[in-house]
């Protein structure tokens, strides 16, 4: 995968957790990210700079810092268990998106 | 509200083709992109590529370039993903995702998705 990310990430309820996604086409491009829960389809939940759709909760925070992007979770709570995945451009075909393999988040 | 609504599941035999169609409504369908991304059994998401319906233009990751088709129907606003010469390895759920171009791209609305089966 161009963009990596950790398998696995846990965090107690009420603490903060970052999900990274490293790659070479961050330095260059926005990451967006997206939460899935078991059964159901992805969901947007932060896109560009750092901007929430309406309805995702202003605990999802993004960041970008050279060939990495960040997910921070503010206050985890027990519905953010779920499947996170970031998305950006492929950095050798520029006009295809990329999607990192994934991170699962559990709420200890 | 936008939505992306699509076709129903498909069983398949291996070397069998399979169209999955998706319907979009509460947008105007030509200035959106439809991207295709599938998901394996208890795998991570992975995106096939996308089709402009304004102009038509398309982009497929390599791995699909050679048994992927992106389609549309403007008067229906309808896209479609046709696979072909299927294997076992397609079993996946399929999902269309609108794009948004702009000085960031991003992908916000997703299809329910629709479970290809190939099984002999």
């Known amino acids: 995968s161009e963009l990596t990310q950790d398998p696995a990430v846990s965090v107690a309820l009420g603490q903060t957790v970052r999900i990274t996604c490293q790659g070479d086409?961050?330095?260059?491009?926005?990451a967006s990210w997206f939460q899935q829960r078991p059964g159901q389809a992805p969901l947007l939940i932060i896109f560009g700079e750092n901007n929430r759709p309406s309805g995702i909760p202003d605990r999802f925070s993004g960041s970008r810092s050279g060939n990495t992007a960040s997910l921070t979770i503010t206050g985890a709570q027990a519905e953010d268990e779920a499947d996170y995945y970031c998305?950006?451009?492929?950095?050798?075909?520029?006009?295809?998106?990329?999607f990192g393999g994934g991170t699962r988040l559990t709420v200890l | 509200q936008v939505q992306l609504v699509q076709s129903g599941a498909e069983v398949k035999k291996p070397g069998a083709s399979v169209k999955v169609s998706c319907k979009a409504s509460?947008?105007?369908?030509?200035?959106?992109?439809i991207n295709w991304v599938r998901q394996a059994p208890g795998q991570g998401l992975e995106l096939m590529g996308w089709?402009?319906?304004?102009?038509?233009?398309?982009g497929y990751a390599q791995k699909f370039q050679s048994r992927v088709t992106f389609t549309k129907n403007t008067s229906i606003n309808t896209a479609y993903m046709e696979v072909s010469s299927l294997r076992s390895e397609d079993t996946a759920v399929y999902y269309c995702?609108?794009?948004?171009?702009?000085?960031?791209?991003?992908?916000?609305?997703w299809g329910k998705g629709t479970t290809v089966t190939v099984s002999s």
């Open positions: 089709i402009n319906p304004n102009t038509d233009n398309t």
């Open positions: 509460g947008y105007t369908f030509t200035n959106y992109d």
């Open positions: 995702v609108r794009g948004v171009p702009g000085y960031y791209y991003y992908m916000d609305v």
């Open positions: 086409s961050l330095r260059s491009f926005y």
């Open positions: 998305n950006s451009r492929d950095s050798s075909a520029r006009h295809l998106g990329v």
